[in-house]
């Protein structure tokens, strides 16, 4: 699981990235960033409307698992970005963990956010 400090709190968080990100899409996700330079360490945030999953034990476990790839490739990624992980498809829940791996790597080096 991701470390208290590197997840958003609040939703004015949410709202300013929403508003001044930049965006890289995918067919089965999103990925909206802004460098904030008042923060030593990035912050991430996973959301999965209900639209796409109705379940919330569902969308949790899709929560889990992506937060787990950004865990993983925390020690790579710049620091004093936030990003937030839209998910857009329910196909996120019957996907290999290394496809969802592929996947977020993939977007992450599309929007320049290794070091």
């Given at each position: 699981m991701l470390t208290h400090r590197h997840r958003f709190h609040g939703h004015g968080s949410l709202r300013y990235l929403y508003q001044n990100g930049d965006a890289v899409r995918s067919r089965l996700m999103t990925v909206?960033?802004?460098?904030?330079?008042?923060?030593?360490?990035?912050?991430?945030?996973?959301?999965?409307?209900?639209?796409?999953?109705?379940?919330?034990?569902?969308?949790?476990?899709?929560?889990?698992?992506?937060?787990?790839?950004?865990?993983?490739?925390?020690?790579?990624?710049?620091?004093?970005?936030?990003?937030?992980?839209?998910?857009?498809?329910?196909?996120?829940l019957h996907m290999e963990y290394k496809s969802i791996q592929n996947e977020v790597k993939r977007l992450f080096s599309q929007a320049n956010l290794y070091k």
């Open positions: 909206k960033y802004i460098a904030n330079p008042r923060r030593k360490h990035s912050r991430f945030a996973v959301v999965i409307s209900k639209k796409v999953l109705k379940s919330a034990v569902r969308r949790n476990r899709v929560r889990r698992r992506v937060y787990e790839v950004i865990r993983a490739e925390l020690p790579m990624l710049k620091d004093n970005h936030d990003i937030a992980l839209i998910i857009v498809t329910a196909d996120f």
